[in-house]
């Protein structure tokens, strides 16, 4: 099955600077990597995902980029803020390209600490 | 729409003892998923369903066992707890079934307490 590693288990970085959390998978079958967001004492939520027919992704302060050749994807913060301190978890599934698609198990990495210093 | 729900909220149980954990979505999602959080471990997939009807295990089910008579409900229950199965349980859902509809959407989590 899939596995998910996640580099490093906790990053800090001062308010402004960049932040850049990198994961590894093992399924080169899997097509499907998205990002969950973790605060402390909160369920999961998505934050940006890419699927594999693309290279990169950007929504404002945020970027995800893939590299399908050595299977790792990374998620790129810019000018840090305080809130985005929190759990960042990593995951990759075959999910669907057509209507027929299989499940969307996702595997999940170990999640990183990510503290933003004021 | 409440999106994921999930009760309780918090529970303490003793060894030996049952419970069930409730999870209900009103986004009609096909797709159901439980885990549970344990500290630096992220998440595991104890079960998952792909509709009603329809159940299957994922990494971690011994302990546990689910069932999904109705698209919105996805009940986890714990038969005889045990202190291993202290940690925080999620319930998420997705549409699963047409590309570009992976997204989970996560309830707020059950957090169980086995003594």
């Known amino acids: 099955g899939e596995n998910v590693e996640q580099h490093p288990s906790t990053l800090s970085v001062q308010e402004g600077d960049s932040a850049v959390i990198k994961c590894t998978y093992s399924d080169s079958a899997s097509n499907y990597f998205p990002w969950y967001k973790q605060e402390l004492g909160k369920r999961p939520q998505l934050i940006i995902d890419?699927?594999?027919?693309?290279g990169e992704k950007k929504d404002q302060r945020i970027a995800v980029t893939l590299n399908k050749t050595a299977k790792h994807f990374s998620l790129h913060i810019t000018e840090t803020q305080p809130e985005d301190s929190a759990v960042y978890f990593c995951a990759a599934t075959l999910g669907h390209l057509n209507y027929t698609g299989a499940n969307s198990k996702l595997t999940f990495g170990k999640g990183i600490t990510l503290s933003v210093r004021p | 729409n409440a999106g994921v729900t999930q009760t309780p909220k918090f529970r303490i149980l003793k060894i030996g003892q049952s419970m069930t954990l409730q999870c209900t979505q009103d986004?009609?999602?096909?797709?159901m998923y439980w885990y549970r959080q344990d500290p630096g471990m992220g998440l595991k997939l104890i079960y998952y369903?792909?509709?009603?009807?329809?159940?299957d295990k994922g990494e971690v089910p011994n302990g546990y066992n689910v069932s999904r008579s109705t698209t919105e409900d996805f009940p986890l229950r714990l038969e005889l707890a045990a202190p291993s199965q202290t940690s925080v349980y999620f319930c998420?859902?997705?549409?699963?079934?047409?590309?570009?509809?992976?997204?989970?959407?996560f309830g707020p989590g059950t957090r169980l307490l086995v003594l």
């Open positions: 986004m009609n999602h096909n797709y």
């Open positions: 369903s792909v509709g009603a009807g329809i159940t």
């Open positions: 890419i699927r594999s027919n693309v």
């Open positions: 998420a859902s997705s549409y699963g079934r047409w590309g570009g509809r992976e997204t989970q959407y």
